[in-house]
């Protein structure tokens, strides 16, 4: 059994940083590809980003690319998700899920998946 537990959402003006923690505790961590999603109210869940179990690939959505960073501690057992410029279109509950994902940007390859953490961004 593994379990997420996500971390660091709150509110924070347009522009802004936020780093989004997520706690994994059960089987080994670096046996799982990590990553973060998020859905908006009113919309489909969307990836954002990937790391490999052994954090030797990474995958970004667009529009993730160029401003968020994703990352795992040594051990493998907390994910980061590092946010800068933040824009009001980045308001959504964000997810953290674990698997073994041959295609990281689908959300059915992922078998275990946190709570979520909100993240609202004010203009």
């Known amino acids: 059994q593994v379990r997420l537990v996500e971390s660091g959402g709150k509110l924070v003006q347009a522009g802004g940083s936020l780093r989004l923690s997520c706690t994994q505790s059960g089987r080994p961590s670096m046996d799982l590809d990590m990553g973060w999603f998020r859905q908006a109210p009113g919309k489909e869940r969307e990836f954002v980003a990937e790391?490999?179990?052994?954090?030797?690939?990474?995958e970004y959505a667009d529009f993730a690319r160029d401003r968020f960073t994703i990352s795992r501690d040594n051990l493998g057992k907390t994910l980061y998700l590092q946010m800068e410029a933040l824009k009001p279109e980045d308001t959504a509950v964000y997810y953290c899920?674990?698997?073994?994902?041959?295609?990281?940007?689908?959300?059915?390859?992922?078998?275990?998946w946190g709570q979520g953490t909100q993240v609202t961004v004010t203009p």
């Open positions: 790391i490999s179990g052994a954090a030797t690939r990474t």
């Open positions: 899920a674990a698997g073994s994902a041959t295609s990281p940007s689908n959300s059915h390859e992922y078998g275990y």
